[in-house]
């Protein structure tokens, strides 16, 4: 598969370099380029790139060439193409982030750094389930079935018990006999959904960036770290995301077993597998990870200790 790429920089030599090293990759496609904000806005909407290469601190202040492009495209396209950001200096990476782009280089662009932004983009493809529909062989496609389809009773099955595999199992064994014996198209079916209750459901954590809406399941964090006035979340699989509140913010909103620990870390109970008072650091399972607590947050501290040992539990 081949992404067309479009190069926006108002310098002719940094542009002429940023394509020479794109077009060394077989799987990208030069469109076109252009030198201020305005031709490059209409490159965008005329040929709807997958990636844009966009240069931020012009050297030409006139080009108007900012992330304030990116601003404007969601006006006009349901999908924003992926940008990586080329320029002098690291000055707006933290403003780059919020903006969700792909990757940001500081000039001259190198060969080895744009390798790992494609395939970082490409991994995010293969991520996408529309990308398995459009690319799955032709007898695994799902064709919704006509009224001379014998196989539509199976059909109609199949999606039911997938569409039931998201779904937490209900204490009311008739309410779950009524959902999978409805066909999915049936709006029943989504007014019997809806009765399951909320505490039932984990809590879902949307982290938004632009239209981008992430969702995360709180049991999955195993811990939350300040970085100045935003958050980075590890999740148990060693994946962090970075959301754009202070950690303050997640303390005011996260209830047990999430507990603050230190100014910069708030710990979810269920992963603790040691604390050591001593040293004044606390350990994330299956990791090498140490958390430091302070002596603000002691109290914060024995709570977690007396909540792991107020159940099935052995002392030796």
């Keep these: 598969m081949r992404h067309s790429f ?6 002719t030599q940094s542009l002429l370099k940023t394509k020479a090293i794109a077009e060394s990759f077989q799987n990208l496609q030069y469109i076109a380029s252009a030198t201020n904000y305005e031709d490059g806005l209409n490159l965008i909407l005329e040929f709807n790139p997958k990636i844009v290469f966009l240069e931020i601190n012009p050297d030409d202040k006139s080009s108007n060439l900012s992330l304030q492009l990116i601003n404007e495209l969601h006006r006009y396209l349901k999908e924003i193409p992926k940008f990586i950001i080329t320029t002098k200096d690291v000055e707006q990476v933290f403003e780059a982030i919020k903006y969700d782009v792909l990757d940001y280089f500081v000039k001259p662009l190198e060969q080895q750094d744009l390798r790992k932004a494609i395939l970082k983009f490409e991994k995010t493809i293969v991520d996408t389930p529309q990308f398995f529909n459009q690319n799955a062989p032709e007898e695994k496609q799902l064709i919704h079935p006509t009224e001379e389809n014998n196989n539509s009773g199976v059909f109609e099955k ?18 779950d006999d009524s959902i ?21 459901k984990p809590l879902i954590i949307c982290v938004k960036s632009y ?14 770290q300040a970085d100045n006035n935003s958050t980075d979340i590890h999740l148990y699989n060693g994946e962090m995301i970075t959301a754009f509140k202070t950690l ?13 620990i230190h100014n910069s870390y708030i710990v979810n109970i269920d992963y603790v597998s040691r604390i050591h008072t001593g040293n004044a650091v606390c350990y994330i399972k299956n990791t090498t990870t140490k958390l430091p607590f302070s002596k603000s947050y002691k109290e914060n501290v024995d709570s977690i200790i007396n909540s792991i040992t107020n159940g099935n539990y052995l002392e030796i």
Excluded: W
């Design 248 to 260: 303050k913010h997640f303390e005011g909103v996260l209830s047990s077993p999430f507990v603050r």
């Design 211 to 224: 239209g981008d809406y992430r969702f995360i399941e709180a049991k999955d964090i195993c811990y939350l």
């Design 158 to 175: 199949e999606i039911s018990e997938n569409s039931m595999s998201s779904i937490e199992e209900s204490p009311n064994d008739e309410l």
């Design 180 to 200: 999978e014996s409805q066909p999915l198209r049936d709006n029943k079916t989504t007014a019997q959904y809806s009765q399951i209750r909320k505490e039932d």
């Design 6 to 11: 479009i190069i926006i920089d108002d310098n």
